[in-house]
Structure formats: structure tokens, C-alpha cells
């Protein structure tokens, strides 16, 4: 079982920034993708920024430019760095562990609400 564990969200205002961390359990070495995803009130989940073992970088349309997702392996933990907050930008974002073998593990989530 592979815990995850994030922290970093509140409340900003539309033009602020915010860093999420997301501490988890297993060597991110181990992992095949590690990332954050969003879900918005009545919405699907959707992915915001992810890292795969091949040292690939992915982001969401909306956030390139904008968000950096990054990783201190001695510390196990996976930070989203979101800059220039937008309105659209408010969900509970989610921290995802995805290994070789196996279903993907989430976090319980942390609420990011930016207001206009």
C-alpha cells in the first residue's frame, strides 16, 4: 500500500500563487508515473501535470506556462508549483502514484480556491 499525502492548498486571489506538496510513501523510483490531477465541482477528474519514469514532463493546455510540477527524491515528495492563478484554476487537486504493476494510488486531495 503506498500512502500519499498532500498539503498546500487554500484560498488566493487571481494572479497569486500557490505550491502544492504531496509526500509519499514509495521511492519515486519505483514509480512509473508520479503527478496531479484536478476535479472541479461537477466535473471529471482531469490531469494537470505529470512525471513518467522515462523523464518525461506532461501538462494540461490550460496550465503549460504556467505550473512546474518537480520531485526531491530524498524526501520522496512531488511539489506542483502553480503560478498566475486563474478562477478556472479552483478544484481539489489530487496527488497520483502510478506503479509498474498494479491499480494507481491517490491521495485524499487539497482544495485550491482562487477568487475573482
Known amino acids: 500500500q503506498v500512502q500519499l499525502v498532500e498539503s498546500g492548498g487554500g484560498l488566493v486571489q487571481t494572479g497569486e500563487s500557490l505550491r502544492l506538496s504531496c509526500a509519499i510513501s514509495?521511492?519515486?523510483?519505483?514509480?512509473?508515473?508520479v503527478g496531479w490531477y484536478r476535479q472541479a465541482p461537477g466535473k471529471q477528474r482531469d490531469l494537470v501535470a505529470t512525471?513518467?519514469?522515462?523523464?518525461?514532463?506532461n501538462y494540461a493546455d490550460s496550465v503549460k506556462g504556467r505550473f512546474a510540477i518537480s520531485k526531491d527524491y530524498a524526501k520522496n515528495t512531488v511539489y506542483l508549483q502553480m503560478n498566475s492563478l486563474k478562477p478556472e484554476d479552483t478544484a481539489v487537486y489530487y496527488c497520483?502514484?502510478?506503479?509498474?504493476?498494479?491499480?494507481?494510488?491517490w491521495g485524499k486531495g487539497t482544495l485550491v480556491t482562487v477568487s475573482s
Open positions: 497520483n502514484y502510478r506503479p509498474f504493476d498494479g491499480v494507481d494510488y
Open positions: 512525471w513518467t519514469s522515462s523523464g518525461s514532463t
Open positions: 514509495r521511492n519515486i523510483f519505483s514509480s512509473r508515473a
